[in-house]
């Protein structure tokens, strides 16, 4: 069964230092894999996506992902926190070896991790 | 930059009322996808269109709930009669065919049932 996991309910960094939410995921073939980030009351907001090719993936706003195949896991990063940051991230998977008819793409989705950059 | 776009932003009813969301996608993006969520969780699939053509709505509350893409471009969720329990935020998305294809959010429709 596919899953995904995100450890942390909470991230407290400091404003200038290097943040990481952590994303884990379970899927039989190879993944596609999607950050995603909510300011509160708004909808999400596509940061990034892993496909295939480099393991690194640079997105919007300086946040970059690693895909770590042999950890099975996708962490979002960024060198130097700002307090605009300070939101709730979602980790989201989906199995490339599924057919429309087996899953009909759907994400499947973290349950969150809140992020919070302290000036 | 073209956006989903989701009215109203934010809807107060009273429970066993009728309460009806709309969404109009990015251009030429085929898939169409409903969710609820609920404050501080990830989203939950309500309902996804390819096309005009329901794909999947098994997590649709079938007794109130019901949802139309009648020209395969716009859609609308509609709850009738609206409980207590369906005070959430309602998220539209978007995306062009197949596996690869990125789902794109509208601000989403905040409903506070009384």
């Known amino acids: 069964a596919q899953s995904v996991a995100q450890p942390e309910d909470q991230v407290n960094v400091a404003e200038g230092n290097p943040l990481t939410v952590k994303c884990t995921y379970s899927?039989?073939?190879?993944?596609?894999l999607f950050w995603y980030v909510q300011y509160p009351n708004r909808g999400l907001q596509f940061l990034l996506k892993?496909?295939?090719?480099d393991n690194l993936v640079k997105g919007s706003y300086g946040f970059e992902a690693e895909f770590n195949k042999s950890q099975t896991s996708f962490h979002l990063k960024k060198p130097s926190a700002l307090v605009s940051d300070s939101a709730l991230y979602f980790c989201?998977?989906?199995?490339?070896?599924?057919?429309?008819?087996?899953?009909?793409?759907?994400?499947?989705w973290g349950a969150g991790t809140k992020l919070i950059i302290k000036p | 930059e073209a956006e989903v776009a989701q009215s109203p932003r934010y809807k107060i009813t009273e429970k066993s009322q009728a309460v009806a969301f709309w969404c109009d996608p990015i251009?030429?993006?085929?898939?169409l996808y409903w969710y609820r969520q609920i404050l501080g969780q990830g989203p939950e699939l309500l309902v996804q269109?390819?096309?005009?053509?329901?794909?999947?709505d098994s997590q649709l509350p079938k007794d109130r709930f019901s949802a139309e893409r009648l020209k395969g471009v716009d859609s609308t969720l509609k709850i009738q009669p609206a409980e207590l329990g369906d005070s959430a935020m309602y998220l539209c998305?978007?995306?062009?065919?197949?596996?690869?294809?990125?789902?794109?959010f509208g601000p989403g429709t905040r409903l506070l049932v009384l």
């Open positions: 998305a978007s995306s062009l065919r197949g596996p690869q294809g990125t789902q794109y």
């Open positions: 251009s030429g993006h085929a898939t």
């Open positions: 269109f390819q096309d005009e053509s329901v794909v999947d």
């Open positions: 899927v039989s073939g190879n993944p596609y």
């Open positions: 892993y496909i295939t090719g």
């Open positions: 989201a998977v989906r199995d490339s070896t599924t057919t429309l008819m087996d899953s009909n793409y759907q994400l499947i």
